[in-house]
C-alpha cells in the first residue's frame, strides 16, 4: 500500500486549496481514512475522517472550513480547505486503517499506513 499526497503550497490567509491522497492500486480504500497534520514542534494532529458510508468527522478548530472527501473510482482521498489561517500551517499527512471501516478512530497509531505528507503553508 502507498499512499501520496500532493496539493499543498503556500497560500495567503483566507485562501483555499485541495489536497488529495492517492493510493495505490488495489489498496481497499473503503476503510476508515483521516487527514492528519503536524507543525513544527507539535504533536501530530487528526483533522479529519471519512468511514465506509461517507461519513465524515472533524476536529472543532476546522469544522465548517475543511472538507474530506473520496473517490472510490479513483482511489483518490481529498481534502477540500477553505478559509485558511495561518494556525492551519502544517505538513498534512493522510492515513489509512484497513482494520476499521465504520467507527473511524482520531489516534495516529490506529492508522496502518501513511502517506509521505505534504506542506501546507498559509501566511497572514
Known amino acids: 500500500v502507498h499512499l501520496v499526497e500532493s496539493g499543498g503550497g503556500s497560500v495567503q490567509a483566507g485562501g483555499s486549496l485541495r489536497l488529495s491522497c492517492a493510493a495505490s492500486?488495489?489498496?481497499?480504500?473503503?476503510?476508515?481514512m483521516a487527514w492528519f497534520r503536524q507543525a513544527p514542534g507539535k504533536e501530530r494532529e487528526w483533522v479529519a475522517t471519512?468511514?465506509?458510508?461517507?461519513?465524515?468527522r472533524y476536529v472543532d478548530t476546522v469544522k465548517e472550513r475543511f472538507a474530506i472527501s473520496k473517490s472510490n473510482d479513483k482511489n483518490t482521498l481529498y481534502l477540500q480547505m477553505n478559509s485558511l489561517k495561518p494556525e492551519d500551517t502544517a505538513m498534512y499527512y493522510c492515513?489509512?486503517?484497513?482494520?476499521?471501516?465504520?467507527?473511524?478512530?482520531?489516534?495516529?497509531?490506529?492508522?496502518?499506513?501513511w502517506g509521505q505528507g505534504t506542506q501546507v503553508t498559509v501566511s497572514s
Open positions: 492515513a489509512l486503517d484497513s482494520l476499521h471501516e465504520i467507527a473511524c478512530r482520531v489516534e495516529p497509531g490506529r492508522y496502518n499506513y
Open positions: 492500486a488495489y489498496t481497499d480504500i473503503s476503510s476508515c
Open positions: 471519512i468511514n465506509l458510508e461517507g461519513r465524515p
